[in-house]
């Protein structure tokens, strides 16, 4: 990051500049007495790299330069584009340090009108080779993380205009641009770009590869996946769910059941699900399936107020498929790219039981399954009640 360097102007003017104060100081509009000449970028510059020089409070006509051995020709400064009051009007330049400075401290001069009316210096560090960043060292990347990449080949020689970086991690090439209005705009040449590796991509270390102009190989970078595990501050095991509550308005989360909940047939039931610490993205994947609902159900985050201090939750609406049989249908949410599996069972009544049952026909229960017994889950099963009024809990 570059900092900012402020300094008020003390050297002399000539009589193109109307107010001249003791030690014939060039007075600014604002009455402060001074021009101000504001640099960012003055400290630990490459070769290469942009100086932003501003300079305020500078009146009168007549043109307004920067000069510095730095710098391979004098710079003119441009008057802000907009319109403003005297004591905020400025003039502004943003020029490139010439690749062959030398590390040093070097001066640097404004001059308005052909008078000087700032001077200020400018530290410049050496060249440095050119660096594809992938991620830090001993750094290890998460599925459905966001990954960015960085080639900074602000070095004398290098050329082109953006890169590519492909990796068997990847789902397509990801192009590495520069931005001139982003952060790092004092590097013209820092190329960037990201994208959100796969949930669904395996743990291991993958080689990312730098191609440049006419496809040419720059570099090369590993980089390590993987899903997080028993131990790891991140571990994602503390999932809850799935529960179910009324879609009523004198319903809500905080009511949700794990059993007993009722829903007749062609109705609509809340399913939720808690977890402690989602994996990133897993808001756009998590999902509720069984054969009971007429579709699947993406479970969204519930961001209102009354969900504060609770584990992240998320919920969405099942429609319940009219004229199902009776039994048990199995309700599933994965999670965490398939390391955390739960399935609660659903049970549907018949329709003579519904009626005397005062219209309610589902009868919901959460039966917590975990990974080892999934094994032996070969299909739905489907298990009849012995009698219509019979609700069983599981």
Do not use: C
């Not at 943003?94 to 700032?118: K, N």
């Not at 571990?235 to 879609?247: I, K, L, S």
């Amino acid at each position: 990051m570059k900092w900012t360097r402020a300094v008020l102007a003390v050297v002399g003017a000539a009589a193109l500049w109307p107010a001249v104060g003791p030690a014939g100081a060039a007075v600014a509009d604002d009455g402060r007495g001074g021009v101000h000449l504001l640099l960012n970028g003055a400290f630990d510059n490459r070769p290469g790299e942009l100086v932003d020089i501003d300079v305020q409070g500078v009146r009168g006509r007549g043109d307004v330069t920067v000069s510095s051995p730095v710098f391979p020709h004098r710079v003119k400064l441009v008057p802000y584009a907009h319109r403003a009051p005297a004591a905020e009007r400025g003039h502004h330049a943003r020029p490139a340090i010439a690749m062959t400075v030398r590390p040093g401290s070097y001066p640097l001069t404004v001059r308005a009108g052909g008078h000087v009316v700032a001077e200020e210096r400018v530290e410049v560090g050496p060249a440095r080779r050119p660096q594809f960043t992938v991620t830090a060292p001993d750094e290890v990347m998460r599925p459905g993380e966001r990954l960015w990449m960085a080639y900074d080949d602000l070095f004398p020689g290098e050329t082109g205009t953006s890169f590519e970086a492909r990796s068997p991690a990847f789902p397509e090439p990801v192009r590495l641009a520069h931005d001139p209005a982003g952060t790092d705009w004092n590097n013209p040449r820092l190329f960037s770009g990201g994208l959100d590796l796969p949930a669904s991509v395996k743990d291991g270390t993958y080689k990312v590869t730098l191609t440049g102009p006419g496809g040419r190989t720059v570099e090369e970078k590993p980089l390590v996946i993987r899903a997080a595990r028993p131990g790891d501050r991140d571990y994602v095991g503390r999932a809850r769910g799935p529960a179910f509550f009324d879609t009523s308005a004198r319903s809500g989360p905080e009511r949700a059941r794990t059993h007993g909940h009722t829903v007749p047939p062609g109705g609509t039931v809340n399913v939720l699900w808690r977890d402690g610490a989602p994996d990133p993205g897993e808001e756009d994947r998590l999902t509720a399936t069984s054969p009971a609902f007429e579709h699947p159900v993406p479970l969204r985050r519930d961001e209102s107020k009354a969900g504060d201090g609770d584990s992240p939750r998320y919920y969405g609406p099942a429609h319940i498929r009219r004229g199902l049989g009776e039994g048990r249908y199995p309700v599933t949410v994965v999670s965490h790219h398939g390391r955390v599996r739960k399935i609660g069972q659903l049970v549907v009544t018949g329709a003579a039981a519904s009626a005397k049952a005062s219209g309610s026909a589902l009868v919901t229960t959460v039966v917590g399954v975990g990974l080892a017994g999934l094994a032996t889950l070969t299909g739905v099963a489907l298990v009849k009640s012995r009698t219509g009024r019979r609700t069983g809990a599981l």
